[in-house]
T-cell receptor, first 112, second 111 residues
Framework: EAQVTQNPRYLITVTGKKLTVTCSQN?????MSWYRQDPGLGLRQIYY???????DKGDVPEGYKVSRKEKRNFPLILESPSPNQTSLYFC???????????FGNGTRLTVT | DQQVKQNSPSLSVQEGRISILNCDYT??????FLWYKKYPAEGPTFLIS?????DKNEDGRFTVFLNKSAKHLSLHIVPSQPGDSAVYFC??????????FGPGTSLSVIP
């Protein structure tokens, strides 16, 4: 089954404790992206990657890092999480221009 | 400054009637538009799209209309069903890398 898998689904952590949210897709998509969803703001792009070893900032990249060492994986790293990073995070991938995004089921992160 | 706007946070419609969800955009460089549907505890799923060279695209009960001069698009669902109750996101794309989402409209279809 074609899918984007994120882990964990829920995560509660404390300020400053480094964490990684994993994302993997099995559709051989070149493009992958991370979004955060906040009430009233919709989905905002954090980082995206157009291919292996190619990453770029989205609209809200501050406080986040990503890496793309393999085509299927695109982890999101929070080196020093802060409470304003409490949000619902989605990983997504797509095959190319003018094609829809395929989303994972989300990771709800709470930073206290 | 939101480039993609959905001015109605919520909408309630009777089962069997038409649902109309609206979306406005400000960037004239957008050339591809999509609608996604999201249920609670799930990721958004693609519903329907339209290229800027068209003004209408239809897929079953779902039709998207694009008015480029007004920078406006709308999603029509006919007839509405209770299973259509979800949050609907409008999205616009300028190039391979930039996909901008609106804030979403929560649709409730009342049986």
């Amino acid at each position: 089954e074609a899918q984007v898998t994120q882990n964990p689904r829920y995560l509660i952590t404390v300020t400053g404790k480094k964490l990684t949210v994993t994302c993997s897709q099995n559709m051989n998509h070149e493009y992958m992206s991370w979004y955060r969803q906040d009430p009233g703001l919709g989905l905002r792009q954090i980082y995206y990657s157009m291919n292996v070893e190619v990453t770029d900032k989205g609209d809200v990249p501050e406080g986040y890092k990503v890496s793309r060492k393999e085509k299927r994986n695109f982890p999101l790293i929070l080196e020093s999480p802060s409470p304003n990073q409490t949000s619902l995070y989605f990983c997504a991938s797509k095959s190319g221009r003018d094609s829809p995004l395929h989303f994972g089921n989300g990771t709800r992160l709470t930073v206290t | 400054d939101q480039q993609v706007k959905q001015n109605s946070p919520s909408l309630s419609v009777q089962e069997g009637r038409i649902s109309i969800l609206n979306c406005d955009y400000t960037n004239s460089m957008f050339d591809y538009f999509l609608w996604y549907k999201k249920y609670p505890a799930e990721g958004p799923t693609f519903l329907i799209s339209i290229s800027s060279i068209k003004d209408k695209n239809e897929d079953g009960r779902f039709t998207v209309f694009l008015n480029k001069s007004a920078k406006h698009l709308s999603l029509h669902i006919v007839p509405s069903q209770p299973g259509d109750s979800a949050v609907y996101f409008c999205a616009a794309e300028t190039s391979y890398d930039k996909v901008i989402f609106g804030p979403g409209t929560s649709l409730s279809v009342i049986p």
